[in-house]
């Protein structure tokens, strides 16, 4: 028990929260560090400047490189493309932001990828895909983007990352 008669003991509590103080704000900080990298993580995944249209194995495919510039891997890391643009339906509804799905291959045949070098992602354009009725002239005129979203684990964080 401390008792106002023994100084020493008043004093080695006052350094023991003070220590304990110091420690816990350390701890705190190097958590916000490693939860702050998750960010900069996402700078190291590349996408090609340009994506491509060309004959693979005789069937037409939009193509476009990705790879991991890090080490450490993306676990379960999946990849989905979208189509975004201006629209108009059948009856004359001019709708401003339309998303439309665009389905991905792989080298692994699925939308789960594994970055261990860069991969050529690709969609094969066939009369289900959205861009099947596009031309080259459409696509210069027309006021189309292509968002594609890589989201996967960090594998020394276990943070999601986008």
């Not at 003991?9 to 190097?30: E, R």
């Not at 890391?77 to 009856?91: F, P, S, W, Y």
Request: glycine letters at 4%; proline letters at 4%.
């Amino acid at each position: 028990m401390v008792t106002e008669e023994c100084p020493a003991a008043i004093v080695t509590l006052i350094v023991q929260n003070i220590t304990g103080l110091i420690v816990n704000a350390v701890m705190l900080g190097c958590v916000f560090m490693k939860t702050a990298q998750a960010n900069r993580r996402a700078e190291t995944i590349i996408f090609s400047r340009h994506a491509v249209v060309a004959l693979r194995d005789g069937v037409p495919r939009l193509m476009f490189r990705l790879g991991d510039l890090r080490k450490s891997m993306i676990i379960s890391a999946t990849i989905r493309m979208q189509l975004v643009g201006k629209t108009a339906t059948r009856e004359g509804e001019v709708v401003p932001i339309s998303q439309i799905e665009v389905q991905v291959e792989s080298p692994v045949r699925t939308n789960s990828i594994f970055l261990l070098s860069p991969l050529i992602i690709s969609h094969t354009i066939d009369r289900s895909s959205p861009l099947y009725a596009v031309s080259e002239a459409d696509l210069q005129q027309a006021d189309l983007e292509l968002v594609v979203l890589l989201e996967g684990v960090v594998e020394t964080t276990g943070i999601t990352t986008q």
